[in-house]
């Protein structure tokens, strides 16, 4: 549905380009997971799709034809959910909605219905007709989210919607977007949170530095990339652990201990025969498959949160 292909950006005034040679696709009912630490490039890529930011070079196409051409004649086919609120804090929910509505194509009986529809999407009849400065934080990204879904988009964007909300509002939200694209949406969520994009995604894009690191789906990249064994010392010594460790594969320095991804052909038993006869006390292990965060980590020796 949505393919970008070789994408550059600079923003005139920086150095450094904040995206190089991006391509990547997304498709109808599924979620992609656009993830990546502060400064990676998501906000810049939303930008380019939200019309925001002109092409400088490379491609983004919708269904084969070209992004513009698309916001110019369907503009309501493509729609974001941003960051920040989006709404006039004065009216209430469902002026806003109302209001929201009449911008598009929206009319008579059907702008009635999908008003309900979105109200109801969203679980915010009981607050109808709150005015939208009274609602909380929670309640405030769900009608940012009602009010993108009021044209039924067949492009969804998330940019980062579940910062500053409580731990329920978040669940549901996480909920609604995934009941989203198995309703038919393609929906792209950009997150630092790699927690929540290993909850929804079913395809994953990692940014680091303006450059895909790493695509492809969710479950293939778990499962492709080794297994992990996460240890730490009594007496906090990870720099001798990694010396001891870096025949079984590849160590990085992990807090106070250390991660290890197995080398082929090396096993745990190995591991911990090594670690035993070296007389070190472990005080925490984990062993299995990567998690997004561990994979990140192993490609580029640091974490999505530095
Ligand atoms: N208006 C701007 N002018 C110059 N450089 C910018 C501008 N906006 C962003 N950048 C730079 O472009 C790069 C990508 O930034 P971007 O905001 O797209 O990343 P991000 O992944 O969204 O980060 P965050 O999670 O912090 O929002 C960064 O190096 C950033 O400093």
């Known amino acids: 549905m949505l393919a970008i292909r070789n994408l550059n950006f600079r923003y005139p005034t920086a150095n450094v380009a904040a995206l190089s040679d991006v391509s990547f696709e997304a498709q109808r009912g599924e979620v992609l997971g656009l993830l990546g630490p502060n400064g990676a490039g998501k906000t810049t890529l939303i930008a380019h799709l939200c019309g925001l930011l002109a092409l400088q070079s490379g491609d983004i196409t919708i269904d084969q034809q070209a992004l513009a051409v698309v916001r110019a004649s369907q503009p309501t086919r493509i729609a974001v959910a941003p960051q920040e609120y989006a709404f006039y804090p004065n009216l209430s929910v469902v002026e806003n909605l109302a209001c929201f509505a009449g911008v598009g194509s ?36 769900r009608l940012n989210l009602a009010i993108a879904l009021l044209h039924r988009p067949e492009l969804l964007l998330f940019d980062e919607p579940s910062v500053g ?3 329920q509002s978040r669940a549901f939200l996480l909920q609604a977007i995934k009941q989203l694209a198995q309703d038919g949406c393609a929906v792209i969520y950009t997150s630092h949170y790699m927690e929540e994009v290993q909850a929804i995604a079913d395809r994953v894009v990692i940014l680091d530095q303006g450059r895909v690191l790493i695509k492809g789906p969710l479950a293939e990249l778990l499962n492709a990339n080794g297994t992990l064994l996460q240890l730490a010392l009594e007496g906090d010594e990870p720099e001798r652990l990694q010396s001891l460790l870096s025949p079984f594969g590849d160590v990085t320095l992990l807090g106070t201990g250390v991660q290890l991804t197995l080398a082929s052909r090396r096993s745990l038993a190995g591991v911990i025969a090594a670690v035993d006869a070296a007389g070190l006390v472990v005080r925490h292990a984990r062993f299995g498959h990567a998690d997004l965060e561990q994979l990140f980590m192993s490609l580029t020796h640091h974490s999505l949160r530095d």
Not at 113 to 122: K, M, Q, T, V
Not at 124 to 141: Q, T
Request: proline content about 3%; some cysteine; aromatic content about 6%.
């Open 106 to 141: 929206l009319s008579g009986s059907e702008k009635k219905l999908r008003i309900a529809e979105c109200l109801a999407f969203a679980q915010l009849e009981r607050y109808a007709s709150v005015h939208a400065d009274r609602l909380s934080g929670g309640l405030k990204r």
């Open 165 to 167: 909300v409580d731990p």
